[in-house]
């Protein structure tokens, strides 16, 4: 199969990712998916920045795609992914696997006189705040 989109993966792409990407659980139903084409649909969206259920007809349900990309964010497959490419990378350029140091950037904000640090700290007050906090962080199971 062709790439229809420029964020298909290609042969080689899918060769290297294919193992990390973790296997039907047993009992159930088997798994009827082309697991390609969510990985496909899900680089699709994030690369184009569309809505799931904006997906083109081509990849499989929006509602299949979001749920494996919400499960396997939740379980921490793409982070393992993420690790599995980074080392494979850094070996292939002559490197350690794993980095042996990092760099962290900060920036300091000004916040204008009016309101300063108690304008910044009324809104995690409010039951607004605490609602979006408490479903971001439930946002996995």
Not at 22 to 36: M, Q
Request: net charge positive; glycine share 8%; hydrophobic share 35%.
């Amino acid at each position: 199969m062709g790439q229809r989109y420029p964020t298909d993966l290609t042969e080689a792409e899918w060769t290297i990712l294919a193992p990390l990407i973790p296997a039907a659980k047993l009992g159930g139903r088997p798994r009827t998916t082309d697991i390609r084409e969510v990985v496909n649909a899900i680089l699709y969206s994030l690369r184009s920045g569309c809505q799931w259920r904006m997906l083109p007809k081509e990849f499989p349900p929006h509602q299949t795609v979001y749920h494996y990309f919400r499960t396997w964010r939740c379980t921490g497959v793409w982070e393992r992914m993420h690790d599995t490419l980074r080392g494979d990378l850094r070996e292939v350029s002559g490197r350690t696997r794993e980095p042996s140091a990092g760099i962290i950037d900060s920036q300091t904000v000004k916040t204008t006189e009016k309101g300063g640090a108690a304008a910044m700290t009324a809104g995690s007050a409010s039951a607004d705040a605490s609602a979006i906090s408490w479903s971001m962080s439930s946002d996995c199971f």
